[in-house]
């Protein structure tokens, strides 16, 4: 028999898991501002040692200029890092204009040049404004300092020795004013560029992204409410342009509210049927486009169309959660037809011409509708 194995087993996806976690938290960007933090202050450490060897009026002085100088050179170095970083916005039509998806479009193929057209025709740009003046000053920078080296150089020298005399009289007075700027320069362009890619890179596409995520929600809530549109019956929605009057409001606010969860219940008579009326609800079923809420068809007829046949307005009191919890529809060929869009059951009060008022509750078991709906 063979002898076992001694070597540890590894689980290799765990292995893979932590290599990755390491080498995230190496490059995260906390680390390094953290090393850029050391860099700024080893950069000070000789300016220190340089002045503590000054006399003290001098060395406040000194102290006060190197810093002065640092932080200049600093902020240039980050302007220049921030204009070399900036990220650039991929345009869409730029990705559908590149060269390999244009060769993919054929020319006798009309369908596919409408549907690449209206893909870039109609799309909503980002302003890209501070990334062209960024590619341009960029372009301008390299182009004059290749040209103009030894302006630089004259110019830089001159800045060099002005500064050079505020640490004294010493021999590495300059030498400290030129270390100073070039260090920091160069600090404060890696700085700029980094925190550019590694901060405001994510910034912008966290709020891209954001934005983007918006228009969806909105374009799918969009759609959701047209195809609940589309689902329900244009004729049954037959409301009338004309809102309830604020007299038809103020009669309504004048009979009490008996249950508040259900402010219609018992404000109408408790009645189905009187006076040769009849309310009725048709069968209630949820949307196919949206199931969580239910397609309610309302109608109010008369039980003696001929002798009292029903004619005028038909008025709707609804639930006060319904944005228009007050509906008005005229009545075709005797009927007063409303189909309403809900969550749950409740009661509906009924107001016609002549003064009838009835009323029918959705929750009662003759309903014809899922007792999900009904126990909402």
Not at 55 to 65: E, K, N, S, T
Not at 103 to 120: F, H, L, M, Y
Not at 362 to 373: C, E, N, Q, R, S
Request: charge should be negative; charged fraction near 20%; hydrophobic fraction near 45%.
């Amino acid at each position: 028999m063979a002898a076992p194995d001694d070597t540890p087993v590894v689980d290799a996806p765990a292995a893979q898991a932590d290599e990755r976690s390491q080498q995230s938290k190496s490059t995260s960007p906390h680390v390094t501002v953290r090393h850029f933090f050391w860099a700024a202050a080893f950069g000070f450490v000789p300016i220190v040692m340089f002045c503590v060897r000054l006399h003290q009026d001098l060395a406040l002085q000194a102290l006060a200029v190197a810093m002065l100088l640092a932080c200049s050179a600093a902020l240039a170095g980050g302007l220049l890092g921030f204009l070399f970083g900036i990220p650039r916005t991929l345009q869409q039509g730029e990705e559908l204009s590149s060269s390999s998806q244009a060769a993919n479009i054929k020319a006798g193929d009309s369908s596919r040049e409408q549907a690449v057209t209206g893909t870039v025709g109609l799309v909503h740009r980002v302003n890209t404004n501070l990334e062209q003046i960024s590619d341009w000053l960029t372009k301008i920078l390299v182009g004059v300092g290749l040209t103009q080296v030894n302006e630089i150089r004259k110019t830089g020298g001159e800045i060099v020795t002005s500064m050079g005399t505020a640490f004294g009289s010493s021999a590495g007075a300059q030498p400290l004013a030129a270390t100073i700027l070039i260090y920091f320069l160069i600090f404060g362009f890696l700085a700029g560029y980094l925190w550019t890619r590694l901060y405001l890179a994510s910034e912008l596409r966290r709020a891209d992204q954001g934005a983007v995520r918006e228009l969806r929600d909105e374009l799918r809530q969009t759609r959701k409410e047209v195809a609940v549109l589309q689902e329900v019956s244009p004729v049954a929605l037959n409301v009338s342009a004309d809102r309830p009057t604020a007299l038809a409001r103020r009669a309504a606010s004048l009979r009490p509210i008996l249950n508040r969860r259900d402010p219609q219940k018992g404000r109408w008579g408790g009645l189905r049927e009187s006076n040769f009326r009849f309310v009725k609800a048709g069968k209630i079923r949820p949307l196919r486009s949206d199931p969580e809420n239910f397609r309610i068809p309302l109608e109010v007829r008369s039980t003696d169309p001929v002798n009292h046949p029903l004619t005028g307005t038909v008025r709707f009191h609804l639930h006060d959660t319904f944005q228009q919890d007050i509906e008005e529809v005229e009545v075709v060929d005797g009927v007063g037809r409303l189909e309403l869009v809900a969550y749950g059951a409740f009661t509906v009060g009924i107001e016609l011409e002549d003064g009838t008022t009835l009323e029918l509750d959705l929750a009662d078991p003759d309903i014809d509708a899922p007792a999900i709906f009904k126990v909402r």
